[in-house]
């Protein structure tokens, strides 16, 4: 059976029948075409142990994989192996024998309380051609830092899912296919508030959130990897959309957010997943070890 065919069909079935992201369905897609050009796969008998293991080998010694990039592609390919399997395509999975290798535990990446003000003041103070580009690059950094949204969830936001006399986001099918609310800070609707009027005055009336400035469309992806290439070069700051992300969770904590409603902010499936930003910040332990009965009782000298 031609592989490329099989892969479209299983594709095909994870989006429609799965319901998984685009952005999973993307990677699918490329981890099973790397896997057949890397060992010159043609139809699905020309998968084997062997030729799966010389992938991973050569993953790890030549491409210098991390842990998690080994798991990524030994995962993706065992879900499409797993549905090759019962659709009778293959006899069993032949990655059940491969080790997974130990993933290294490893604090999340996130700028300080300092490097944030300052990011979002150099975001701000930007010598921008037009108002709408300073109050609309303003209010996607403020969204990042106050909310903690992911980069997708951010560029699929509607309008009408942002409730500023509310204070609250709807997002809408996030990552895992999950609805949540998150809540909106003072300091984030006030950035909102000045784009939203100038995104009025503009005549803008597409359905997303945030919007181009030369088109009636929504912002793009490339758009804001311009920007954050811009953002980075203007303030001397190494950051990436994810360590915003990284940022307000630990951010949060540190101003005295408890762990569960950070949970439920963030999206996380299992609050397993949250609890490492409690590693991440150091002022949340430092406050925490202060509690200690009898920091007020011990005396020396």
Same mark, same amino acid.
């Given at each position: ?10 594709? +095909? ?12 369905? *993307?990677?699918?897609?490329?981890? &099973? ?84 003000? /300052? ?31 992911? *980069? ?22 996030? *990552?895992?296919?999950? +609805? ?37 469309? $929504? ?17 001397? &700051?190494?950051? /990436? ?14 101003? $005295?957010? +408890? ?7 963030? $999206?996380?499936?299992?609050?397993? /997943?949250? /609890? ?26």
């Amino acid at each position: 059976m031609d592989i490329e065919l099989l892969a479209h069909k299983f594709c +095909d079935y994870s989006h429609y029948m799965r319901g998984y992201s685009p952005e999973t369905i *993307k990677r699918y897609q490329r981890i &099973i075409s790397f896997y057949c050009r890397f060992a010159d796969i043609k139809t699905i008998e020309d998968i084997t142990e062997n030729n799966l293991r010389e992938l991973f080998v050569n993953g790890r010694t030549y491409r210098h994989w991390q842990s998690r990039t080994f798991i990524v592609y030994y995962h993706s390919l065992t879900v499409f192996f797993r549905w090759c399997i019962a659709n009778n395509y293959l006899a069993q999975n032949p990655l059940k024998d491969i080790e997974l290798p130990k993933v290294e535990k490893r604090l999340p990446p996130k700028l300080t309380k300092q490097d944030a003000m /300052t990011l979002l003041e150099v975001v701000y103070n930007y010598p921008y051609d037009y108002k709408f580009l300073r109050y609309r690059n303003h209010a996607i950094f403020s969204m990042f830092i106050f909310s903690g949204l992911r *980069k997708s969830e951010l560029l699929k936001l509607r309008l009408a899912d942002v409730d500023i006399p509310n204070l609250s986001i709807f997002v809408n099918q996030g *990552k895992g296919s999950k +609805d949540r609310i998150v809540p909106i800070s003072y300091t984030l609707a006030e950035s909102l508030k000045r784009y939203l009027e100038e995104r009025k005055r503009l005549g803008k009336t597409c359905p997303e959130f945030f919007t181009s400035l030369n088109r009636n469309m $929504g912002f793009r992806n490339i758009g804001l990897k311009r920007l954050v290439g811009k953002i980075r070069l203007a303030s001397g &700051i190494t950051f /990436t959309v994810h360590k915003l992300r990284h940022t307000f969770a630990t951010l949060m904590l540190e101003g $005295g957010c +408890d762990i569960y409603s950070l949970s439920r902010m963030m $999206g996380h499936s299992d609050i397993k /997943t949250t /609890t490492i930003y409690l590693s991440a910040s150091a002022e949340h332990l430092r406050s925490q070890v202060g509690k200690h009965p009898l920091n007020d009782l011990v005396r020396f000298g």
